[in-house]
Nanobody, 118 residues
């Protein structure tokens, strides 16, 4: 059984930084995308950043240049370094692992709250 557990969320002032972590347990395909999405009540879930096992990374327009995604394939973990945080970055941040072969599974964590406020 695959489980994703996020940590690192919290309250931060505008302009501050936070680092989110997602620990992945269980067996997943080595051909995958690990990423972060965020959700605000009443809005659609939004891609924040994604890291592919083949190398490329992908960022949402709203966070490009401020956030950095990284992954540890040995420890099965994915991280999100968030810098220059803005109030509009406030959301529940969810970790995602997507197996990229046909018929692969899509896994989600429970989410961690990030609040950017003075």
């Amino acid at each position: 059984q695959v489980q994703l557990v996020e940590s690192g969320g919290g309250l931060v002032q505008p302009g501050g930084s936070l680092r989110l972590s997602c620990e992945i347990s269980g067996s997943i395909s080595g051909y995958n995308a690990m990423g972060w999405y965020r959700q605000v009540p009443g809005k659609e879930r939004e891609l924040v950043a994604q890291s592919f096992s083949t190398g490329p990374t992908n960022y949402g327009d709203a966070v490009q240049g401020r956030f950095i995604i990284s992954r540890d394939n040995v420890m099965n973990a994915v991280y999100l370094e968030m810098n220059s945080l803005k109030p509009e970055d406030s959301a529940v941040y969810l970790c995602n692992v997507r197996e990229l072969y046909r018929g692969g599974s899509d896994y989600w964590g429970q989410g961690t709250q990030v609040t950017v406020s003075s």
